[in-house]
């Protein structure tokens, strides 16, 4: 069965710090997604990818960087976390062309 | 410009009544439609698509939705609800091999 893991599950950061959230599929999928979740917006895509070495900015990329290094591993960075980055973030592979997307569990973060 | 339309941002239903969930989508051609379930501190998981053909999609755990595109609707139906159905939902419309997002459905079952 698809798999994507997230770690860390829970992270605390102080402002300004430097938060890296990791994601890694089995599927073997092309595509990876990060998303924040906050409660009034639903879903949005922040980056995602279409391969190894490859990042793209979704919808609201402003403060976040990712790195794809390999097929399997795609992290978000927060170089200079803020309390607005408090959130759920959600990793999601998928195949690309048939939309499917497998969701991680989520990484709940908080920036005093 | 491609977008979901999820009028509901709660339902109430009891336990062994029947549920539909709306969704309207904007999407220039023939959509790729989603629904998404997520329980409580977990991910979401796919519940249902349609690509083509049939416009009734059966998915997991008696759900079903159906593809009207003269409506550009795609509600969600289940016959009997059960307590365990107690989740968000989230329709979502394929575009540039991305996923387009309604803002979900919180649905509550009353015992």
């Known amino acids: 069965e698809a798999a994507v893991t997230q770690s860390p599950r829970n992270k605390v950061a102080v402002t300004g710090g430097k938060v890296t959230l990791s994601c890694n599929q089995t599927?073997?999928?092309?595509?990876m997604y990060w998303y924040r979740q906050d409660t009034g917006h639903g879903l949005r895509l922040i980056h995602y990818?279409?391969?190894?070495?490859?990042?793209e900015k979704g919808d609201i990329p402003d403060g976040y960087k990712a790195s794809r290094p390999s097929q399997e591993n795609f992290s978000l960075i927060l170089e200079l976390a803020t309390p607005s980055q408090t959130s759920v973030y959600f990793c999601?592979?998928?195949?690309?062309?048939?939309?499917?997307?497998?969701f991680g569990p989520g990484t709940r973060l908080t920036v005093l | 410009a491609q977008s979901v339309t999820q009028p509901d941002a709660r339902v109430t239903v009891s336990e062994g009544a029947s549920l539909q969930l709306r969704c309207k989508y904007s999407?220039?051609?023939?959509?790729?439609l989603f629904w998404y379930v997520q329980y409580p501190r977990q991910g979401l998981q796919l519940l249902l698509k349609?690509?083509?053909?049939d416009p009734v999609v059966q998915g997991v755990n008696g759900f079903e939705a159906e593809f009207i595109k003269s409506n550009s609707s795609f509600h969600l139906r289940k016959a009997s609800v059960h307590w365990s159905d107690s989740a968000v939902y989230f329709c979502?419309?394929?575009?540039?091999?991305?996923?387009?997002w309604g803002s979900g459905t919180k649905l509550i079952i009353k015992p």
């Open positions: 599927n073997n999928h092309n595509n």
């Open positions: 999407y220039s051609g023939t959509p790729y």
């Open positions: 999601a592979s998928g195949t690309g062309g048939a939309y499917e997307q497998y």
């Open positions: 979502a419309v394929g575009s540039n091999y991305q996923l387009i």
């Open positions: 349609y690509y083509s053909g």
């Open positions: 990818s279409y391969g190894a070495g490859s990042t």
